[in-house]
């Protein structure tokens, strides 16, 4: 999967399923693979609210309630 290189996460999707309505589409993805730089804390919106992603811990817990048994929450290099 290519990433891009200053990317504090990257999230591998398998596509399920794509609406098209004129001439826009949403793509709707099942999240395969999650993967955070530990370069720096990372911001993510959860449950209408802003919050911090600072160590790997908080990225799994998030993964955890968030993915139905999601796969697998890695860094990658920086």
């Given at each position: 999967?290519?990433?891009?290189?200053?990317?504090?996460?990257?999230?591998?999707?398998?596509?399920?399923?794509?609406?098209e309505r004129h001439s826009h589409a949403i793509v709707i993805g099942r999240v395969l693979d999650v993967a955070v730089s530990a370069r720096t804390a990372a911001l993510a919106y959860w449950q209408g609210r802003y919050v911090?992603?600072?160590?790997?811990?908080?990225?799994?817990?998030?993964?955890?309630v968030s993915v139905p048994a999601p796969r697998a929450v890695r860094k990658f290099l920086p």
């Open positions: 999967m290519p990433l891009l290189a200053d990317a504090l996460a990257a999230i591998d999707c398998e596509v399920e399923d794509v609406v911090a992603i600072d160590q790997d811990e908080d990225a799994v817990k998030l993964a955890e």
